[in-house]
């Protein structure tokens, strides 16, 4: 059973950074797509970016293209997210989600089926 736990939210001024980190565990293969998914309040979850696990392929959404960056630490068996020039529109939930054989570009809550408790970021002066 893969379980996922996120850490690195918290509150930051715009134009400020924050790092999120999802740490990953009971995978049975190479063979999964690790995501990062948001929730705003009153909006639907959004997909922002993912990376395939076997080629290190990525993906991001439109509004976070150059300023926030995923890869994943083999070594700490995590998949992280960095975010830079936050603004206050990046404020929500922010959800780790994994499943097995998805393309990379495939940014649909629904077609994930493990993910993690989330964590709040805000991003306010």
């Known amino acids: 059973q893969v379980q996922l736990v996120e850490s690195g939210g918290g509150l930051v001024q715009p134009g400020g950074s924050l790092r999120l980190s999802c740490a990953v565990s009971?995978?049975?293969?190479?063979?999964?797509?690790g995501g990062w998914f948001r929730q705003a309040p009153g909006k639907e979850r959004e997909g922002v970016s993912a990376?395939?696990?076997?080629?290190?392929?990525?993906y991001y959404t439109n509004s976070v293209k150059g300023r926030f960056t995923i890869s994943r630490d083999k070594a700490k068996n995590s998949v992280d997210l960095q975010m830079n020039n936050l603004k206050p529109e990046d404020t929500a939930v922010y959800y780790c989600?994994?499943?097995?054989?998805?393309?990379?570009?495939?940014?649909?809550?629904?077609?994930?089926?493990?993910w993690g408790q989330g964590t709040q970021v805000t991003v306010s002066s």
């Open positions: 009971g995978l049975d293969s190479e063979n999964y797509v």
């Open positions: 989600a994994a499943s097995r054989g998805l393309h990379v570009s495939t940014m649909i809550p629904g077609a994930y089926d493990s």
């Open positions: 990376i395939d696990f076997i080629d290190d392929s990525t």
